[in-house]
């Protein structure tokens, strides 16, 4: 069975740090980009950033470049998004998707992305 887990989101100051992860089963996410979205109520689902299958380039949208960073260990299955200096308006709930692509670039389209996960809550509050 086909399944993406995020899980590292929680309570967090504004200023804090965490790292997500998003972890594979089912598949191998060698020849997968895998990118990182979230929603926050009342708005469109972000693309947030991605990281390509192969090569490991990646892509951080404007609003979170400098402050989170995308990396992927194929050994372990697993994808992750360190965040930093995090804001109130970095807070919501968080999901991972992979796309079957090989390419050297990756984007964050969400229309692209084939297998998605169930998201995980990130909560900024002092």
């Known amino acids: 069975q086909v399944q993406l887990v995020e899980s590292g989101g929680g309570l967090v100051q504004p200023g804090g740090s965490l790292r997500l992860s998003c972890a594979a089963s089912?598949?191998?996410?060698?020849?997968?980009?895998i990118g990182w979205f979230r929603q926050a109520p009342g708005k469109e689902r972000e693309g947030v950033s991605c990281?390509?299958?192969?090569?490991?380039?990646?892509y951080h949208t404007d609003s979170v470049k400098g402050r989170f960073t995308i990396s992927r260990d194929n050994a372990k299955n697993t994808v992750y998004l360190q965040m930093s200096s995090l804001k109130p308006e970095d807070a919501a709930v968080y999901y991972c998707?992979?796309?079957?692509?090989?390419?050297?670039?990756?984007?964050?389209?969400?229309?692209?992305?084939?297998?998605w996960g169930q998201g995980t809550q990130v909560t900024i509050s002092s």
């Open positions: 990281i390509t299958s192969r090569n490991g380039n990646t």
């Open positions: 998707a992979a796309r079957p692509s090989t390419k050297n670039a990756c984007d964050v389209a969400p229309r692209w992305y084939t297998y």
């Open positions: 089912g598949f191998t996410l060698n020849y997968y980009a």
